[in-house]
Structures are given as structure tokens and as C-alpha cells.
């Protein structure tokens, strides 16, 4: 075998392997984002999300747009574009691993070769028969094709099905909580209209919400970025406010104990720790407090206190206990809650939006950053 003949048939190899293994990174990215009911950051999926969000970044500064509003509008388009560019982009990455495939095989130049890969994937069926292996790999690309518009005409109803159960509780909270929502709002109301016992209903109902967030936001991860109709809505700022509602009820109120309002919490930081777990955000599993700090201040804290007595909640004279009890509940989530919340720049909500990680207390100015400069965070 001549030089030129050798140095060819290692060309071909290489560059087979590497369309082989184009189309293997395709397949895995397809399977883990849509098919495995387990959250996976996938890379490919990663780096789409993460270039749709700095056109989204250029587009925001370019247009000098700095009210949260006038953000929101923009961004709002953010997850459907990034979900809808991931089948552009496997198709592109599938029609050139193919590409290098058929070159490999033999299909020669490059233009006849993106023709053939072009004409399976499409399905067009343009291009005359070469031989038994190309054409078998054809199937196998025509199939891949039709595979991945399977995918997602049956990926799309799924998220916005999950997307509508999530939004329903979230616009029923403003009826409850006030504009912008917050926990001393929930409790003064349900105090005033139908008494503290009511929310044992509340707590009930929004179990079931977090356990249904959890399954869909890890398995569904785009869900994490679709926004609330309403600008002043939002998953994350609802969810502090029910924990933070429900931590203040056991810690502070002076009702009976109501456990259903403890495991609202529980299934709540369990949720969000999930999620965050997406982004691989660090957070302590077993933290405890004091070790352990939270972005309220005992000043905060006593503030409400005085609120809500103000109120007529009843509510217990050991306000040390009070604040010491709050703060065990808290710090179960205090650090996940505000790592979303910056996440997915959500809008104000006191205890929430206002404030950043732990170790400091004022408010930040939400940019939106990618996924990867986030987990450093």
C-alpha cells in the first residue's frame, strides 16, 4: 500500500470514529434529556442552554433594558428558544457525524457526502442506491430522524402539562399572600378571613406541589427557567413563601401542632435541594444553626414578631425560642432557595429575591448568568 493510499485509509478511519462518536453524543444527549425519568446535566444539552442565554445576556445589554419588567419580557422567551434549538442543534450534529461517516465509507467529495447524510436525515430521499452498508447506514440515520421529531412532539405536551399544574398553586398564592407574596401576608390573612386552622389544607395541597416539582423540574430540567405568566410570579418565591409560612406557623404561632405543616417543609427543601443538586450547588445536608448561618437577622425576625402580634395572631412569649426555632427550620433551605432564586432571577419577594447567599444581607442586582457561572457561586 502506497503512502498516500495508507495516510487515506487512516483519514477515513479517524475521522469515522469521530463521526461515530459525534452520533454516540447525540443519541446519549437525546436519551438523558428526554427519555430517562432522572435528572441529568448532560453537556450538550448544558452548552445549548448556556449560548441561548448569552444571546439572550447580549440582547438585554445591547438594548440597555435594566427594569426587572422589561427583563422579564425578554427572558421569558429564554427556555421555550433553548428548548426548541436543542433538536436543531442533534440534527446538525447528527447530519455531520453522519457526514463523516459516509465520507469514511467511501462516499466522495464532501459535498456529495452532505448530500446523502442531508437526504436521509430529511428523509428526502434524493440520493440513488450506493451500495448494501451505506444504505443501512442510511436507515439508521432516516431513523434517528424521525426519531428525534418523535421526541419531541411528545416531549413538548409533557413539559407544558407540567408547567400548568406548577402555575396553578403559584397564581392562587397571590389571592393569599399579597403582591409581592410574603408569609406574614398568608398568615395576617388567613388569621382575618377563616382562621389559622385553614391552612392545614394549605399545607396539604402544597406537599403535593413540591413532590410533583421535584419529579418534573429534575426529570423536565428546561421547567426550572419557564416563568410565570404574571412577572410577579414565580415558582421559587412561592415556594419560600409556603416554607417560610410554615416554618413561622411551628415556630412562632401559638396554635395546636400541626405535623402536616412540618412535612409541607420537608418535602419543600427536600424539592428544592434537588433541583440546586442540577446545578451541582454545594449545600450542607445536615446543617445546623447557628454553625450553620441564614440570610434573616434576628432583627428581621423580630420585626415580623411585631407584625404579626400587631396583627392579633396569637403568638408565644419566648420569642428567643420563637427565633431559634425559625432558624432551625430555615436553615434546612435558606441556602438553596436564594441559589434559585438567583438562578432564574426571580422577582421580588421579601426572604426570597431580596437578599443574597448567606454571610450577607443586601440586596443583589439580578443579571442573568449561565449555568456553569452559577455553580461556582
Not at 221 to 245: C, H, K, M, N, Q
Not at 322 to 333: I, K, M, S, T
Amino acid at each position: 500500500m502506497s503512502g498516500v493510499h495508507m495516510l487515506d485509509a487512516i483519514v477515513s478511519a479517524l475521522l469515522g470514529l469521530l463521526g461515530g462518536m459525534t452520533i454516540l453524543a447525540v443519541l446519549i444527549s437525546v436519551i438523558r434529556t428526554f427519555v430517562v425519568p432522572r435528572m441529568h446535566n448532560v453537556f450538550l444539552t448544558r452548552l445549548v442552554f448556556i449560548n441561548v442565554g448569552r444571546l439572550f445576556r447580549l440582547w438585554i445589554n445591547k438594548r440597555k433594558i435594566v427594569s426587572y419588567e422589561g427583563r422579564d419580557r425578554v427572558m421569558s422567551f429564554f427556555a421555550p428558544v433553548a428548548l426548541l434549538s436543542l433538536p436543531i442543534v442533534w440534527v446538525v450534529y447528527t447530519l455531520l457525524g453522519y457526514m463523516m461517516l459516509y465520507w469514511a465509507m467511501g462516499v466522495r467529495p464532501w459535498s456529495y457526502a452532505f448530500t446523502v447524510s442531508g437526504s436521509s436525515l430529511l428523509t428526502l430521499g434524493t440520493t440513488p442506491f450506493i451500495s448494501l452498508p451505506i444504505t443501512i447506514v442510511e436507515f439508521s440515520e432516516a431513523t434517528l430522524g424521525l426519531g428525534l421529531v418523535a421526541l419531541l412532539l411528545a416531549y413538548l405536551p409533557s413539559i407544558y402539562a407540567a408547567f400548568q399544574r406548577r402555575e396553578s398553586l403559584v397564581t392562587m398564592l397571590e389571592v393569599r399572600a399579597g403582591s409581592p407574596p410574603s408569609a406574614w401576608e398568608l398568615i395576617t390573612r388567613a388569621h382575618r378571613i377563616r382562621g389559622l386552622d385553614s391552612l392545614h389544607q394549605t399545607w396539604v395541597d402544597w406537599e403535593v406541589w413540591f413532590t410533583e416539582l421535584e419529579e418534573s423540574h429534575t426529570s423536565l430540567a428546561p421547567l426550572i427557567y419557564f416563568r410565570s405568566p404574571d412577572s410577579g410570579r414565580s415558582w421559587v418565591t412561592a415556594a419560600g413563601v409556603i416554607l417560610d409560612s410554615a416554618a413561622l406557623i411551628t415556630s412562632m404561632v401559638d396554635v395546636p401542632p400541626d405535623a402536616q405543616a412540618q412535612l409541607c417543609i420537608r418535602s419543600g427543601y427536600i424539592a428544592l435541594r434537588r433541583i440546586a443538586e442540577f446545578f451541582n450547588f454545594p449545600y450542607e445536608r445536615t446543617p445546623q444553626f447557628p454553625q450553620t448561618p441564614i440570610s434573616i437577622s434576628r432583627h428581621e425576625f423580630d420585626d415580623i414578631y411585631d407584625q404579626l402580634s400587631k396583627a392579633g395572631v396569637p403568638l408565644r412569649a419566648d420569642r428567643e425560642q420563637c427565633w431559634l426555632d425559625y432558624a432551625g427550620w430555615r436553615v434546612n433551605y435558606d441556602a438553596v432557595l436564594l441559589f434559585l432564586a438567583r438562578s432564574t432571577d426571580a422577582p421580588y419577594a421579601p426572604w426570597v429575591s431580596d437578599r443574597s447567599l448567606p454571610g450577607g444581607r443586601t440586596r443583589v442586582k439580578f443579571t442573568w448568568k449561565a449555568t456553569r457561572e452559577r455553580s461556582s457561586t
